[in-house]
């Protein structure tokens, strides 16, 4: 088992002009904990983000002990419990089960939700929506918890069912980072506090105040801005800790105890995650299990579909030769108006409700999550789309030989539009009035599938062969593929920092 240091060394985060973290170092070992203190504001949740590598730090490293730190290995709990409202506990965390690789009945049993597991969440408490974030932590292999205000809401049986499974985690030889305002049940925790100390003595300021009583040694000179910060020492890997850590192993044993009652989430080997496939399709199927809960966005833009085209004849006439001619551009301007409906919220609720944070630390990619949520949408919404749009090109009197042309040619361009249009709700994440700025980037975008696939129609309506028009199309569609979940991936982390 790798039983590496979790380092990080001289943290510097800016926001805009305010200096977040100044020098910022810490080294925390297997069996570990560190409890991170200071008022509102200080810098704690940004610097469990930066731990987790939602945040990228303006300088500094993190890293296990000289590597960097392998994906599977942090676990991230933030204010947002990340849970949809309209699925039930049980589906909630289903999908982490199958990227973790852990037992969800046993989870939820050790977190006293085993008998809430088929309830919606949206019926949940408060205090047992925080349990179910808890057991989320129990589903991964992660050896490092980073927890930000993880007993807010909870009883006093709840904090201390917390309290025994963090022991149970750092018996196994987990570590745990917390950030907290709360008493947390942590025996033995080490104290970071982030509060700047006094400027020192002689420059006209105030004397620099003795360190705390938890602070062991002061940071390296020369920390940015000339500040003083109280650092803890913490034992390195080859010294020993007390008998609040994790004991050594006795001789032949694989794994250490475990405490009576306890689920212990810490494998005795390497975290083993699910290939990268299992995995884009675990999050596959979890955003299918949430466009099923919400049908109303796919039957919304089957509607608009349909009502859109409908008003096209009141405005051009009764004429059937016109609306011959016209029925193609209808068709796929009606297509990609419709596809934009549900595009607001294919990042947006995540990023609302956490579960952005947690399936960019369940070891899929970036790419390989905006994928999954593009080709979602495009089963959820694009098929659906393309399904209405054979009534309503019949309906404008397009020739019936030349549906099958026009058909393909929206199956093409509807996962082309579910890729742009997934580009362009991944970069607007971040952005104020992100709703208007989305249409704003993906019309524009999507003018060439817009033109190849009506000229495509429109050479089956005067008789010429549409294999030109449907060959640039899918070379158009072909390359949207690798560049668009890259360039949404690139918005994604923006959005987390």
């Known amino acids: 088992m790798r039983t590496g240091a979790l380092v990080a060394e001289r943290i510097v985060v800016l926001r805009g002009e305010r200096l977040v973290l100044d020098g910022v170092d810490l080294r925390l070992v297997p069996g570990g904990a560190l409890l991170l203190a200071g008022p509102n504001g200080i810098g704690k949740s940004t610097l469990l983000r930066v731990l987790a590598g939602l945040v990228r730090p303006d300088a500094g490293t993190v890293r296990l002990d000289e590597a960097p730190v392998p994906d599977g290995w942090l676990a991230f709990l933030g204010h947002a419990d990340a849970l949809k409202p309209g699925l039930t506990l049980r589906e909630n965390l289903l999908p982490f089960a199958r990227l973790g690789g852990g037992d969800l009945d046993a989870a939820l049993d050790a977190l006293e939700l085993g008998g809430l597991a088929d309830l919606p969440a949206r019926l949940l408490s408060a205090g047992q929506k925080r349990r179910a974030a808890l057991a989320r932590l129990c589903l991964s292999r992660a050896r490092v918890w980073l927890l930000d205000e993880p007993s807010l809401g909870l009883d006093a049986r709840s ?101 009576p009652g306890l689920l212990l989430p810490v494998r005795d080997r390497e975290p083993q995650a699910p290939e990268a496939a299992a995995r ?23 509607l608009f579909l349909l009502l859109a085209g409908a008003l096209f004849p009141l405005a051009l006439g009764p004429s059937p030769d016109l609306l011959r001619r016209m029925a193609p551009g209808i068709l796929w301007v009606c297509a990609l108006l419709a596809a934009l409906l549900p595009l607001d919220r294919l990042f947006g609720a995540d990023g609302e409700d956490g579960t952005l944070d947690q399936l960019l630390l369940a070891g899929l990619p ?74 704003l980037l993906v019309l524009p975008l999507a003018t060439p599938a817009l033109i190849f696939g009506a000229a495509a129609s429109d050479a089956v309506l005067s008789g010429a062969s549409p294999t030109a028009d449907l060959l640039l199309l899918g070379a158009f569609t072909a390359a949207a593929l690798p560049l668009a979940p890259l360039a949404a991936a690139a918005g994604l982390r923006a959005a987390a920092g």
Do not use: N, Y
Not at 194 to 216: E, H, I, R
């Open 159 to 259: 904090v201390d069912r917390l309290g025994r499974l963090l022991a149970a985690h750092r018996a196994a030889g987990g570590m745990v980072v917390a950030a907290t305002h709360l008493p947390l049940p942590l025996p033995g925790a080490t104290v970071l506090d982030l509060t700047p100390a006094p400027a020192a003595a002689g420059d006209g300021s105030a004397p620099l105040a003795a360190p705390p009583p938890q602070a062991a040694r002061p940071a390296a000179a020369g920390a940015p801005g000339g500040a003083t910060a109280w650092l803890p020492l913490i034992p390195p890997a080859d010294e020993p800790r007390g008998a609040d850590t994790a004991a050594p192993l006795a001789p032949g044993a694989r794994s250490r105890p475990e405490p």
């Open 280 to 302: 884009f399709l675990a999050v596959l199927r979890f955003e299918l299990r949430q466009a099923v809960r919400h049908a109303a966005d796919t039957l919304g833009a089957v």
């Open 366 to 439: 970036p790419a390989g999550l905006a994928l999954a949520k593009m080709a979602a949408h495009w089963l959820s919404t694009g098929l659906p789309i393309l399904l209405a749009a054979g009534p309503l090109g019949m309906m404008l009197g397009f020739p019936a030989a030349g549906l099958p042309v026009t058909l393909g040619g929206l199956l093409m361009g509807g996962l082309c539009l579910s890729l742009l249009g997934g580009m362009g709700a991944g970069i607007v994440l971040g952005a104020r009035r992100g709703g208007i700025l989305l249409p």
